[in-house]
Nanobody
């Protein structure tokens, strides 16, 4: 059974960076075909696709994040990490990691496994 678990700081001050980690069990993040994504949902709003890292390490981002997002991975720990810089209260959201499969054209989904989400609140 594939499981994803997000972890993060919870509360972040404006203008600070935030780092969120997704720990994967039951599957390897380097297995051919699959990719791993970050999605967030601000309070009262819909899901926003943030970015993805594919099995071979290539990354893709939502242009609306204006280069504030960066996704990396630690294959020895089977984890991938989202770093978001210069956060504002508008970055307050529940952040999810998930798995999808296929070529880059399918990065928008569907996704077969999701984490439970981690809340990030940006406040001074």
């Amino acid at each position: 059974q594939v499981q994803l678990q997000e972890s993060g700081p919870g509360l972040v001050k404006p203008s600070q960076p935030v780092s969120l980690t997704c720990t994967v069990s039951g599957a390897s993040i380097t297995t051919n075909y699959f990719y791993w994504i970050w999605i967030r949902q601000p309070p009262g709003k819909g899901l926003e696709w943030m970015g993805a890292i594919r099995y071979e390490g290539s990354t893709y981002y939502n242009p609306s994040l204006e280069s504030r997002a960066s996704i990396s991975r630690d294959t020895s720990k089977n984890q991938f990490t989202l770093q978001l810089t210069s956060v504002t209260p508008e970055d307050t959201a529940t952040y999810y990691c998930a798995r999808g499969g296929g070529p880059p054209a399918t990065l928008g989904g569907p996704y077969d496994y999701w984490g439970q989400g981690t809340q990030v609140t940006v406040s001074s």
